[in-house]
Structure formats: structure tokens, C-alpha cells
């Protein structure tokens, strides 16, 4: 079975310009959390949806970033205009909210640098 | 506070050595426990559920104590593959609480 999968792997650009992270959870998970890694931080939770409605969006750094998730099989995070500060690894996760416990399964991750 | 707090190490042990790592967390409501491993430059990968009554996957044992509030990990005969980062991670309604990770380093 496919694993949560994340695009683009990689991501280099220059400070103010647009970025967009793209997500497919694991088919039948009905919730999805964007979270965001860095040495400093270490995993934070920006944002997670249930049944593609955004339950919890407090971890949002600021109104620079945005996220979507439109139908159940996709979702996207948006940061407008990059900073070098969001250089970090973005990663997805999905986990099924239908009896316990319920585990949370990560993707490859969106490594991104604005310099 | 943190909801889950761990001890970052560096814990580094001899090959074939034991070694334990816990981890609290502050919400007596957390309904369900996990283990992550994470490689460098690696998502998290799922290790184990933590079950109440304790649970066993070939070398590694979890165990959850909820009157303390901690889980603990034990990875018994360590193996040089076992080098990570662990994380412990507490369920609360439907959201995650990850700690900061323990790092492991096993040595030859």
C-alpha cells in the first residue's frame, strides 16, 4: 500500500517568492497534519484537518502560511512571501480517527531552503 | 510546559547493551501512547503502540504508567542499527504531542 506521499522532495528558493507543499494521505485516513522540523524546534504541529475541515490551525507561524485541503486525497501548505526562516523540513502525516489507537504515519518530508 | 517531554541524550551504548528511555506527558486525558524512530534526515517511522498493559516487539518492550504519566521504551541486546532519534508521542482528542526526541547512538 502507498505510505503518505509528498511532493516536492526538495524545495531551494530565493526569499518572497511563493511556496507550495504538496500532500496525499494514506487512503481512508480521514485526518491530516502538517507539521514543520527543525534542529532548533524539533516537530511542531502547524496544522491538522478532520475530514478535510481545519480543526486546528494555532500552530500556524503567521499569515504568511496557509493550508488547503480541498477533497480527502489531497492538501496543500502555501507560504507567501518565503523568509529564510522557514528553511526546515515540512512533513504530512495521516492517521484514521476510528478505533483506537489511532496511528499517525508520516511521509518523506519536504525539505526546504529559502535563502 | 511541554505536553510530552523527553530527555534529548545523547545516550550512547556498547553493542549488545541495554538501554531504556521515558518520556512523560502532562495530560492525564491522553488516550493512546507511540514510539517513533527517526533516522538523519528521515521522516519518523512508527515503532510501536504503547498499550496499557504493557507490550513486547521482539527487542523492544513498552510500557506505559499512568498514575506517573510516563511511557518507557526498553531496547534490550542494542544492535548498531538501533542508532535514531526516538520519539515518544501522546494522543489527545485527535491531536499528536510528539516530544523532542532521544538520541541513541550504539557503538561497536
Known amino acids: 500500500d502507498a505510505g503518505v506521499i509528498q511532493s516536492p522532495r526538495h524545495e531551494v528558493t530565493e526569499m518572497g517568492q511563493e511556496v507550495t507543499l504538496r500532500c496525499k494521505p494514506i487512503?481512508?485516513?480521514?485526518?491530516l497534519f502538517w507539521y514543520r522540523q527543525t534542529m532548533m524546534r524539533g516537530l511542531e504541529l502547524l496544522i491538522y484537518?478532520?475530514?478535510?475541515?481545519?480543526?486546528?490551525d494555532s500552530g500556524m507561524p503567521e499569515d504568511r502560511f496557509s493550508a488547503k485541503m480541498p477533497n480527502a486525497s489531497f492538501s496543500t501548505l502555501k507560504i507567501q512571501p518565503s523568509e529564510p526562516r522557514d528553511s526546515a523540513v515540512y512533513f504530512c502525516?495521516?492517521?484514521?480517527?476510528?478505533?483506537?489507537?489511532?496511528?499517525?504515519?508520516f511521509g518523506p518530508g519536504t525539505r526546504l531552503t529559502v535563502t | 510546559r511541554k505536553e510530552v517531554e523527553q530527555d534529548p541524550g545523547p545516550f550512547n551504548v556498547p553493542e549488545g547493551a541495554t538501554v531504556a528511555f521515558n518520556c512523560t506527558y502532562s495530560n492525564s486525558a491522553s488516550q493512546s501512547f507511540f514510539w517513533y524512530r527517526q533516522d538523519c534526515r528521515k521522516e519518523p517511522k512508527l515503532l510501536m503502540s504503547v498499550y496499557s498493559s504493557g507490550n513486547e516487539d521482539g527487542r523492544f518492550t513498552a510500557q506505559l504508567n499512568r498514575a506517573s504519566q510516563y511511557i518507557s521504551l526498553l531496547i534490550r541486546d542494542s544492535k548498531l542499527s538501533d542508532s535514531a532519534t526516538y520519539l515518544c508521542?501522546?494522543?489527545?482528542?485527535?491531536?499528536?504531542?510528539f516530544g523532542t526526541g532521544t538520541s541513541l547512538t550504539v557503538i561497536p
Open positions: 508521542a501522546a494522543l489527545f482528542g485527535n491531536q499528536f504531542y
Open positions: 487512503s481512508g485516513h480521514n485526518s
Open positions: 502525516a495521516s492517521s484514521r480517527t476510528s478505533g483506537l489507537p489511532y496511528e499517525q504515519y
Open positions: 484537518f478532520n475530514n478535510n475541515v481545519p480543526i486546528d
